[in-house]
């Protein structure tokens, strides 16, 4: 059985967690749950960033030509 695709991304998640955190605190540079939080979200970004690259250099030339058309 597949697993089930969450109803909104990992990415909002982490971006709604980290402004909730940030609202109630003080001092957010010493926090390490939100350190730890916004670590997640970067790493999130970077594999989509990635997987993006990866289908763009997987296309090839066609996807380029196609797209300036």
Same mark, same amino acid.
């Given at each position: 059985?597949?697993?089930?695709?969450?109803? !909104?991304? !990992? !990415?909002?998640?982490?971006?709604?967690?980290?402004? @909730?955190?940030?609202?109630?605190?003080?001092?957010?540079?010493?926090?390490? @749950?939100?350190?730890?939080?916004?670590?997640?979200?970067?790493? !999130?970004?970077?594999?989509?960033? @990635?997987?993006?690259?990866?289908?763009?250099? @997987?296309?090839?030339?066609?996807?380029?030509?196609?797209?300036?058309?």
């Amino acid at each position: 059985m597949a697993k089930k695709r969450a109803a !909104e991304p !990992e !990415e909002v998640k982490l971006k709604k967690k980290i402004v @909730a955190k940030r609202a109630n605190q003080d001092n957010p540079k010493g926090d390490s @749950a939100l350190r730890s939080l916004r670590k997640r979200l970067k790493r !999130e970004q970077r594999k989509r960033r @990635a997987l993006a690259q990866r289908k763009k250099q @997987a296309a090839g030339s066609k996807a380029a030509a196609t797209a300036s058309s």
